[in-house]
T-cell receptor, first 114, second 106 residues
Framework: DGGITQSPKYLFRKEGQNVTLSCEQNLNHDAMYWYRQDPGQGLRLIYYSQIVNDFQKGDIAEGYSVSREKKESFPLTVTSAQKNPTAFYLC?????????????FGNGTRLTVT | RKEVEQDPGPFNVPEGATVAFNCTYSNSASQSFFWYRQDCRKEPKLLMSVYSSGNEDGRFTAQLNRASQYISLLIRDSKLSDSATYLCVVNNDMRFGAGTRLTVKP
């Protein structure tokens, strides 16, 4: 989706290092989400934010942190506390309070930690 | 019980077959439902919304059964290009099902 930019596409890190994944959007959507996907599995919600300066934990928030200082940006930090960080990370955005509003996804970041 | 559950498949069908997937949800207050398609190593892309009265888009039909709390996706006249993983999502919770893998074979 051209309106959501995730960078980088591939990221390699050594175990024990924190790493921050970028997600920027120009869709003017209030809500932003981070999901994790492991091979052959579905999407699991890590964190989400429905408004600037506010965010909530999803189902698997442990070992991750986020910030939402600007409407356009929702970076995800994978900390060294995350036991199995290697995965495909997807950022999504959506309109809030507008009924039947689907999510829009970025192209994702593949993180490999060795 | 998980918020959203799908039969993971895989579904292996011949070209031209009709195939249907279901997705059950636990939150009876859920209002919005969608089907997404995800190709291998790509991000999910919106396939179609699911409306209360049911809706159709070409070979694809989506239906909602509120009483039994499930949505369905029917694909008629399957094409090779329909091979993908199909994900359902319940908008209120933003939770996805695990996805159903479909392979259409010649």
């Amino acid at each position: 989706d051209g309106g959501i930019t995730q960078s980088p596409k591939y990221l390699f890190r050594k175990e024990g290092q924190n790493v921050t994944l970028s997600c920027e959007q120009n869709l003017n959507h209030d809500a932003m989400y981070w999901y994790r996907q492991d091979p052959g599995q579905g999407l699991r919600l890590i964190y989400y934010s429905q408004i600037v300066n506010d965010f909530q934990k999803g189902d698997i928030a442990e070992g991750y942190s986020v910030s939402r200082e600007k409407k356009e940006s929702f970076p995800l930090t994978v900390t060294s506390a995350q036991k199995n960080p290697t995965a495909f990370y997807l950022c999504a955005t959506g309109r809030q309070g507008q009924g039947n509003s689907p999510l829009h996804f970025g192209n994702g970041t593949r993180l490999t930690v060795t | 019980r998980k918020e959203v559950e799908q039969d993971p498949g895989p579904f292996n069908v011949p070209e031209g077959a009709t195939v249907a997937f279901n997705c059950t949800y636990s939150n009876s207050a859920s209002q919005s439902f969608f089907w997404y398609r995800q190709d291998c190593r790509k991000e999910p892309k919106l396939l179609m919304s699911v409306y209360s009265s049911g809706n159709e888009d070409g070979r694809f039909t989506a239906q909602l059964n509120r009483a039994s709390q499930y949505i369905s996706l029917l694909i008629r006249d399957s094409k090779l290009s329909d091979s993908a993983t199909y994900l359902c999502v319940v908008n209120n919770d933003m939770r996805f099902g695990a996805g159903t893998r479909l392979t259409v074979k010649p």
